[in-house]
């Protein structure tokens, strides 16, 4: 499984390698947590459902009140990436 936290699908004045082509992407099999701040302006909720329907087993998690440091909501998010892994065993 894969949980990412915050991904920068939105300009962050920062040098990241591309996200893979739609094609990789479905090929991609493993279960995956896609989690951002209701407010964060790097990981935007409508990029990142974008995102989640290229991939085949993902679920979308956003935490609301919060930016993309999770300011003070980080104990949900950690319940939340925790739940995720829990259904992993």
């Not at 951002?36 to 790097?42: I, L, S, W």
């Amino acid at each position: 499984a894969l949980a990412l936290i915050g991904i920068p699908l939105g300009e962050s004045g920062t040098d990241l390698p591309p996200i893979p082509g739609r094609a990789a992407l479905r090929r991609f099999r493993r279960p995956v947590l896609l989690l951002a701040g209701e407010g964060d302006a790097f990981c935007q909720a409508p990029d990142l459902e974008t995102l989640a329907r290229q991939l085949p087993r993902s679920e979308v998690a956003i935490v609301r009140g919060t930016d993309h440091f999770l300011w003070h909501r980080e104990q949900e998010a950690a319940g939340l990436i925790g739940a995720f892994t829990e259904g992993m065993l």
